[in-house]
């Protein structure tokens, strides 16, 4: 069943996962998979042409050289998600785009939003997360780009019932990150708690959410292998 995932991008929950081709994103940072992340990560997105040798195996013998764990993996259709401690994104930017030349490697580094619970009455911080990943794309209009930016730059001033609504929700932390048009998203909840629960109270009594959703539904689209009207897609965990 889906339902709305009601906060700033206007997601669905219980989209189907396929799998039939391979992209790569490796959230990066000082980080324990599994544990609250204080540091701001970097992300590694690796896209796999049909032709390339590369694949989950080879992907995994990879990243053990730099101490990142198989459970940190994740993936949907032709995207794998890596959540996990590196010290130097560029170096393994570099291996993947210089061993496997059939890929595309990009970053993206320092979110342009990064909600935390200093911004909640209660700053209380759960030892463990499950972190939900998910990527979408900006529409081609840069002048609409560029709103959706000023929006999120002044969203904790101007719009500050979003930010309790995420508090409400127990949301222990909320990044987007952009690299072009593209998105990605990172929700980190208590570990073992249901999103579909927790993001029904971000709209309860807060009209100024609801509104927000609203809003934002205009600035986003799907990337490229979404169905007709989805829009952002979730990474499923391989272990």
């Known amino acids: ?39 701001s990560p970097a992300i590694i997105e690796v ?16 990243c053990k050289k730099y101490h990142i764990l198989n459970s940190a993996i994740y993936q949907w259709k032709n995207h794998w ?74 969203q904790f001033k101007k719009w500050p019932m979003v930010a309790q609504g995420f508090c409400n929700a127990g949301f222990q932390q909320l990044q987007v990150f952009k690299n072009g048009r593209q998105l990605m998203l ?3 909840i208590p570990k073992g708690a249901s999103l579909d629960n927790l993001n029904l109270k971000t709209t309860e009594h807060n009209p100024q959410m609801v509104k927000w959703n609203t809003i934002m539904k205009k600035y986003q689209e799907g990337i490229s292998g979404t169905q007709p009207g989805e829009v952002w897609v979730f990474f499923k965990p391989l272990s």
């Open 186 to 188: 990172v929700i980190s």
């Open 1 to 39: 069943m889906q339902c709305s995932l009601h906060h700033i991008y206007n997601i669905k929950i219980g989209l189907p996962v396929r799998t039939s081709m391979l992209v790569w994103f490796l959230l990066l940072g000082r980080v324990i998979p599994g544990y609250a992340n204080t540091s």
């Open 81 to 154: 998600v890596i959540y996990s401690s590196l010290s130097n994104v560029n170096a393994l930017r570099r291996q993947l785009a210089a061993q496997y030349p059939r890929v595309t490697v990009k970053t993206y580094q320092h979110p342009f939003y990064n909600f935390e619970r200093k911004h909640c009455s209660s700053i209380t911080v759960a030892k463990q997360w499950d972190n939900i990943i998910l990527t979408a794309n900006l529409v081609k209009n840069t002048k609409l780009q560029q709103e959706y930016l000023n929006y999120h730059a002044t």
């Open 47 to 62: 896209v796999k042409e049909k032709q390339s040798a590369l694949n989950a195996g080879k992907l995994e013998v990879v």
